[in-house]
């Protein structure tokens, strides 16, 4: 379904926040040298959900940061509340989620350019069975 101009202007106003607030408190809690970009929002039809998709740099820290960030997630909704309070009646409940299309997009281009080749390492070929 079609996202209304509603859910995207929300969408945008949760994103460019949410940014702000999770890239602060990364250098905050000491973790220099970590990017941490809100590539997506998706907020439901009722504005009570918002799916926040986040892009983590490097990668190898990605899914302690996004359990983290879910530990700390009324912290993060109550500090969006206050920046939001006079453009949102009501905040969404946030669900973070790690958005892994950078990965998939330098995967298709490593096939593409021949260097994950199957036929030279058995072990990709059987990575790409279907099961």
């Known amino acids: 379904m079609e996202e209304t101009q509603r859910q995207k202007k929300i969408g945008g106003i949760l994103q ?6 999770l890239q602060k408190a990364a250098t ?3 973790m220099r040298g970590v990017i941490i970009s809100v590539s997506k929002v998706k907020v439901t039809t009722d ?9 983590i ?9 996004l359990n983290g960030i879910r530990s700390n997630t009324p912290l993060i909704r109550h500090e969006m509340a206050q920046r939001t309070k006079n453009q949102l009646r009501r905040m969404p409940n946030l669900e973070f989620f790690i958005d892994d299309s ?9 096939s593409l350019r021949g260097e994950d080749d199957p036929i030279r390492d058995q072990e990709l070929l059987d990575k790409r069975k279907k099961k």
């Open 16 to 21: 460019q926040d949410l940014a702000e607030i």
């Open 57 to 65: 740099f490097p990668n190898k820290d990605a899914q302690e940061l």
């Open 102 to 110: 950078l990965e998939y997009i330098d995967g298709i281009e490593r």
């Open 47 to 55: 504005l009570s959900i918002a799916k926040v998709y986040l892009s």
């Open 28 to 30: 905050d809690g000491g």
